[in-house]
């Protein structure tokens, strides 16, 4: 009997450590870190002349809604959104370590004059706390 009670203390002790350490957390809100970065709209047309495409404008786009996924699969709903601010600049904070894609939607016309949107992806991975993450500009033709 008293052999029986110590094997259930080993094994009752050994699945509570077990379950301790293999909680890991998953990406999202809770941490210390930030990914930020700059939102440029670009405008463009076509040349009559020389059929080829010139840039009439570039610039910050303040009022974008920029999208974050706490995750690495672009088919996820987004889980949190952001506007830029004046100057094009956005910024996701106190997120965990993980992986994240962080996305914003593009402006386009087709052929035939219909207007559609599109999403622009970008992934990244966050691999270490108190850590500042710039992302990189996403530049969307208008």
Same mark, same amino acid.
């Given at each position: 009997?008293?052999?029986?009670?110590? !094997?259930?203390?080993?094994?009752?002790?050994?699945?509570?450590?077990?379950?301790?350490? *293999?909680?890991?957390?998953? +990406?999202?809100?809770?941490?210390? +870190?930030?990914?930020?970065?700059?939102?440029?709209?670009? +405008? @463009?047309?076509?040349?009559?002349? @020389?059929?080829?495409?010139?840039?009439?404008?570039?610039?910050?786009?303040?009022?974008?809604?920029?999208?974050? &996924?706490?995750?690495?699969?672009? *088919?996820?709903?987004?889980?949190?959104? &952001? =506007? !830029?601010?004046?100057?094009?600049?956005?910024?996701?904070?106190?997120?965990?370590?993980?992986?994240?894609?962080?996305? !914003?939607?593009?402006? *386009?016309?087709?052929?035939? #004059? @219909?207007?559609?949107?599109?999403?622009?992806?970008?992934?990244? =991975?966050?691999?270490?706390? #108190?850590?500042?993450? #710039?992302?990189?500009?996403?530049?969307?033709?208008?």
């Amino acid at each position: 009997m008293n052999i029986l009670k110590q !094997t259930f203390k080993y094994v009752f002790i050994a699945t509570i450590t077990f379950m301790f350490f *293999s909680c890991e957390k998953q +990406s999202g809100e809770g941490g210390s +870190s930030e990914i930020t970065g700059l939102v440029y709209k670009l +405008s @463009t047309y076509q040349n009559a002349l @020389t059929g080829q495409i010139d840039t009439i404008s570039y610039q910050l786009d303040s009022g974008k809604d920029i999208y974050i &996924i706490y995750s690495d699969n672009e *088919s996820d709903f987004y889980d949190d959104k &952001i =506007e !830029t601010n004046w100057n094009g600049q956005y910024k996701f904070d106190f997120l965990r370590k993980g992986k994240y894609i962080v996305f !914003t939607y593009a402006d *386009s016309t087709d052929a035939l #004059n @219909t207007n559609y949107d599109f999403p622009v992806f970008k992934h990244i =991975e966050i691999e270490a706390n #108190n850590s500042s993450y #710039n992302l990189g500009d996403f530049v969307i033709n208008k």
